[in-house]
């Protein structure tokens, strides 16, 4: 399986995430970081295509699938997200390497490092497939740890762990102050896509490898506040409050779901959408 981009198709995502070429008084990251605000706003972090597939049939992607998903704007969950997004920028000119993460279960993960972003040896972390919002490119030159960001309703820093072999990402509470590790990284890149990847295959088959067989997920960071459909709510974030609310009653029916989601995440498959519903809630009736 070949992992590439065509000129065409790079236009296509371009014009699709709404981002025009970099001006000539752009720096390449500030065009970075317009790139990563435009991609969370426009592609959603979702399981419904996973929960629209029968069980007996859900297998890991292959990469025209991831492509066809973000090209239309289904979006998809962290394995395509950041797999594709990766091949995109290495097809505009960034480098970047994609790395193997452990988010709740070993190796379920990646996030892509971007290289000689500013000068030579300078490495940047992205990760658009967390289910956080990560608005612009991480620096890895700290010591340590790094400083505090404030992404949305979420505060997160970055630590080498005690061998310094992984980098963790720490969220802190914004009302305890309590820290938790999210995720772990390392900074060696995936070699062989086949291969290397071929572990997130439990993602899409295995239940018990990670929850979004048992739940119900559509996340957007748009810039009047993230859109997050979880399980039947819908819940939107107050920016002045800087937290999520829960926006109208929780939902009871499968029309009613479709309706938001043609509203909220316009660009999603409407039957995949009632589909992922039926599996989830009405299973006595499918």
């Not at 699709?16 to 435009?38: A, G, H, P, T, W």
């Not at 996973?50 to 090209?71: F, G, I, Q, S």
């Not at 010591?143 to 820093?157: A, H, I, N, V």
């Not at 999603?268 to 589909?275: A, T």
Request: hydrophobic share 35%; aromatic share 12%; net charge negative.
């Amino acid at each position: 399986m070949q992992y590439f981009l065509t000129a065409e198709e790079t236009k296509q995502f371009s014009q699709r995430i709404k981002i025009s070429s970099k001006r000539e008084d752009q720096s390449s990251l500030d065009y970075l970081n317009q790139i990563i605000q435009n991609f969370q706003e426009n592609i959603p972090f979702q399981n419904v295509f996973l929960l629209a597939t029968p069980v007996e049939k859900r297998r890991r992607l292959t990469w025209d699938e991831v492509k066809n998903d973000l090209l239309s704007g289904q979006g998809g969950l962290c394995y395509s997200l950041n797999l594709f997004l990766h091949i995109y920028l290495n097809n505009i000119g960034y480098k970047t390497d994609l790395v193997i993460s452990t988010y709740s279960s070993p190796n379920d993960h990646t996030v892509i490092i971007i290289n000689d972003l500013i000068q030579k040896a300078d490495k940047y972390m992205i990760d658009v497939g967390s289910g956080y919002a990560s608005s612009f490119a991480i620096p890895l030159n700290f010591g340590d740890e790094s400083p505090y960001y404030s992404f949305s309703y979420t505060t997160m820093k970055l630590k080498w762990d005690v061998n310094k072999q992984n980098i963790l990402r720490i969220h802190k509470s914004q009302t305890s102050g309590q820290e938790k590790v999210i995720l772990k990284f390392h900074l060696v890149p995936i070699q062989d896509y086949n291969i290397e990847l071929a572990e997130q295959e439990r993602i899409f088959t295995d239940p018990t490898f990670t929850p979004f067989h048992r739940i119900l997920c559509i996340l957007t960071f748009n810039k009047d506040g993230a859109r997050n459909m979880q399980d039947k709510q819908f819940v939107r974030e107050n920016i002045q409050a800087n937290k999520l609310q829960n926006e109208g009653e929780e939902i009871q029916d499968v029309h009613k779901f479709v309706e938001i989601c043609a509203k909220e995440f316009p660009s999603l498959n409407s039957e995949i959408c009632r589909n992922a519903y039926n599996h989830l809630f009405n299973k006595p009736n499918l």
